[in-house]
């Protein structure tokens, strides 16, 4: 693996693990601890109440304390990623990385706890020690087979869901994917012969719910390192392995090829050759799971096999088979049940959600992601795509039925629609957000064109959406401070092959851009003097005439200087979408409660209520390019009529105007920040309101109120910014902040790309 990694990536990585602060994830107070009062209650001496409450009934541990919602990702190191027998301590960012994803995707807290203990026995009394603390065990990157024996045990001694991810969730992935392998061709699961690469942990898991899930254990063929696994070997078996055995004189992958229904492969690059896939049986199934080089590109694949459904274990091919698709969502359903462990019945329920999900409509959130393309079920889409926020809202579901039908659930849902509507607030939390349009600019990237050509993070942006096919770049600036600036920052992409470049001292269409600049502000004070100094002074110009051109399809610019400047350029020469007044701007605010849009937070001063739902219309619009229907709260210091101030009578004006012109919005207003956050509020003040659930559409009356909140979120909440989202202008264009990251400026490029690929407006 650390051959496949460049050197670009790695220094991003090591930047990512480093900056701002080491690691990747911190332990965040859930009460208050402002008072005296607050200590007394979370430390002594009012602790003791809680203490003495779960020495009664330890099940009071669940409402009293983290455990129910807290999960080990628990390693010894001796099999980390491709890595090997690196070690706890060096596996440790592994560990880090899943607990972000368990936090992330399914709301569950995790402690990564990394064991220097390689001994059976001892590691499994380490484990079963920790059950008072934890309410399930996630085993990660132990080698086989040791990791059997360490699971087996752990779950005959403790009464909470120990589950090892390395085997088990790719074998539920690898399952739903074979379920619907099997629709597709018209093929029995009892009747399909099956080749393996690979006899590791996750391999054997594999075959054995295979086995569970129908296929005959005469239909398996392993092969590994030492080539079949047959009746007599000596090298690398085991009692694991020897299930598997054949009485057969192969002793190749080439000799059990022929006739294969299923090749699934859990090894290294290159192992299988197209040659070989020309001897499998028809309509073939071919598991290409190694990473990042699978046992055969499917380009290969493809072309000795045209009617092979392919899956990989990489993102950048359909059916991608990653964890991820699982395993958050079958410790949700485990835990939200007081599961007692993960059973058989929970896994086959996870594999069947996740096979049925395949078989469902895109929703708007994965069409977006592939440019509006729908993916429906077939052999291009035999799993549901990683980034599918219906994932939690399909696994977790069954796998708590599952776990309450095989009665180990110590406390059953009741309320199957509550919970479900419950589940709901974990879609679209923090980065998530980005993925739809991220996929989405992915699927058909378009010319975006950055003023800032020079600034390092615009050329570190650069290489990440070369490498991530987000768009291709134009970088306006200076030729030789690029390049000695890509190599002081050891960057690999180069102008004219990676990016295209745009040198204001020397670019042949000057007169051409100076005429396009007289044309569009010529009447604005612009004269040709002043054209032509601009033309080859202000990269904002440039851009902006590019995009009006038709020369580049977005612009991103602002990134360092002012934003109001910026703002009269794409003014007078890119101009307004048809029916708009003016420009606005709105802010996605990522925290670890949601995500929240603002409006208008940088650029009109005092709308008025036209103004307002003005842009409360473009706001909707363009949330939903994030696949997230608006809900949306004009808001004022008076709570539905409570005050007459001039504000006030100004949103609900708005209000009317809205109801007018798109009376199926779902909208209200006035009210006050804290009304539009809680429903239960709003029930107290207005049950009747139209606005159900959480505002995730906040519309300010000035944009002193919306500057002002937007920028304390970032502080105070540590809020993650995109944008700002520019809005009413005739093509993409965005003015960001000086403060902007990197990792800002590849956000809002895969807003660029997503908005240029509708109708380019805002």
């Known amino acids: 693996m650390t051959d496949a990694l460049s050197s670009d990536l790695a220094s991003s990585a090591l930047l990512y693990h480093r900056s701002p602060r080491p690691g990747k994830f911190e332990i965040v107070a859930t009460k208050p601890l402002a008072t005296q009062h607050d200590l007394s209650l979370a430390y002594t001496p009012g602790v003791a109440a809680a203490c003495l409450a779960i020495a009664a009934d330890p099940h009071a541990a669940a409402d009293l304390t983290i455990r129910q919602n807290l999960v080990a990702v628990l390693t010894n190191g001796t099999a980390v990623l491709g890595l090997g027998n690196i070690g706890p301590l060096a596996g440790k960012p592994v560990m880090e990385g899943k607990a972000v994803l368990f936090k992330k995707f399914a709301g569950i807290d995790v402690f990564d706890i990394e064991v220097a203990e390689n001994d059976v026995d001892r590691l499994v009394d380490i484990v079963a020690a920790l059950e008072p603390t934890f309410g399930g065990i996630n085993l990660e990157d132990i080698k086989a087979p040791e990791c059997f024996e360490v699971e087996r045990k752990l779950r005959e001694r403790m009464s909470i869901p120990v589950f090892h991810d390395d085997q088990h969730g790719t074998a539920i992935i690898v399952g739903a994917a074979i379920l619907n392998a099997m629709e597709i061709t018209g093929k029995t699961i009892g009747d399909v012969k099956i080749v ?12 054995n719910f295979l086995v569970t899930l129908g296929a005959k254990t005469e239909n398996i063929f392993v092969t590994d390192i ?20 054949k009485d057969t004189n192969a002793r190749t992958l ?47 694949a493809i072309a000795a096999r045209p009617d ?18 699982c395993f958050p969502y079958i410790f949700r359903g485990a835990l939200d049940v007081a599961a007692t462990g993960i059973n058989e019945a929970m896994k086959l329920a996870a594999a069947r959600a996740i096979a049925q ?33 219906r994932l939690i809202l399909r696994i977790a579901p069954a796998v708590a039925k599952a776990a309450m039908d095989s009665g180990i659930a110590k406390k059953p849902i009741v309320d199957f629609e509550a919970y479900n509507e419950s589940l709901s607030r974990f879609i679209f939390r923090s980065g998530f957000i980005m993925k739809p349009v991220m996929h989405a600019a992915k699927a058909c990237p378009k010319r975006v064109i950055y003023a800032e050509g020079e600034d390092e993070r615009v050329l570190r942006a650069t290489q990440t959406v070369v490498e991530q096919e987000i768009a291709y770049p134009i970088l306006v600036g200076r030729p030789d401070v690029i390049e000695s600036r890509l190599d002081r920052f050891g960057l690999s992409v180069r102008p004219g092959k990676d990016f295209t470049l745009v040198d204001p001292n020397d670019d042949p269409r000057f007169r051409d851009y100076v005429t396009a600049y007289l044309e569009s502000a010529g009447r604005r004070g612009v004269t040709p003097k002043a054209a032509r100094a601009l033309v080859r002074t202000n990269s904002t110009v440039i851009a902006a005439i590019a995009v009006k051109r038709g020369d580049a399809d977005a612009l991103i610019c602002g990134i360092d200087g002012r934003f109001g400047s910026r703002l009269r350029y794409i003014r007078d020469i890119i101009g307004l979408v048809p029916g708009a007044t003016d420009l606005s701007a709105m802010s996605l605010m990522i925290t670890s409660k949601g995500a929240f849009f603002l409006a208008d937070t940088h650029v009109r001063r005092d709308p008025s209520a036209a103004e307002i739902a003005e842009m409360t219309l473009l706001c909707a619009a363009h949330v939903r390019r994030f696949g997230i229907e608006p809900k949306i709260a004009l808001l004022s210091h008076s709570d539905f009529g409570s005050e007459n101030a001039p504000s006030a009578v100004k949103m609900r004006e708005a209000l009317e105007i809205l109801r007018k012109q798109a009376p199926d919005l779902e909208a209200d207003g006035e009210m006050q920040a804290n009304t539009a956050l809680s429903q239960a509020m709003r029930d107290l003040v207005l049950p009747s309101s139209r606005l159900k659930g959480e505002a995730n559409v906040l519309i300010m ?31 993409p264009a965005h003015i960001l902040t000086p403060s902007v990251t990197a990792r800002g400026i590849i956000n809002m490029t895969a807003v660029s790309v997503a908005q240029a690929q509708g109708d380019g407006q805002a």
């Open 226 to 245: 030492e080539g079949v696994v047959y009746r007599g070997r000596k090298a690398l078996m085991n009692s694991h392995v020897e299930i598997y055995a």
């Open 701 to 731: 009356p000035s944009l002193d109120a919306a500057n002002i909140a937007y920028t304390m979120m970032v502080i105070m909440a540590d809020a993650l910014l995109v944008g700002p989202i520019l809005l009413g202008s005739a093509k």
């Open 196 to 207: 393996t690469s690979g006899a590791g942990a996750a391999a054997l898991a594999c075959l």
């Open 254 to 300: 080439k000799d059990v090829i022929g006739g294969a229904d299923i090749f699934l492969g859990l090894s290294a690059g290159g192992i299988l050759t197209p040659e070989m896939t020309k001897e499998m049986a028809g309509q073939p199934l071919i598991m290409a799971l190694a990473n990042p080089t699978p046992e055969i590109e499917p380009s290969e």
């Open 357 to 389: 999900l395949a078989h469902e409509p895109p929703s708007d959130a994965v069409a977006k992601a592939y440019g509006g393309e729908t993916r429906h079920f077939g052999k291009d889409s035999l799993i549901p795509a990683p980034f599918d926020p």
């Open 308 to 325: 092979a459904l392919i899956c990989t274990g990489r993102s950048d091919f359909p059916n991608q088979v990653n964890n991820v698709l």
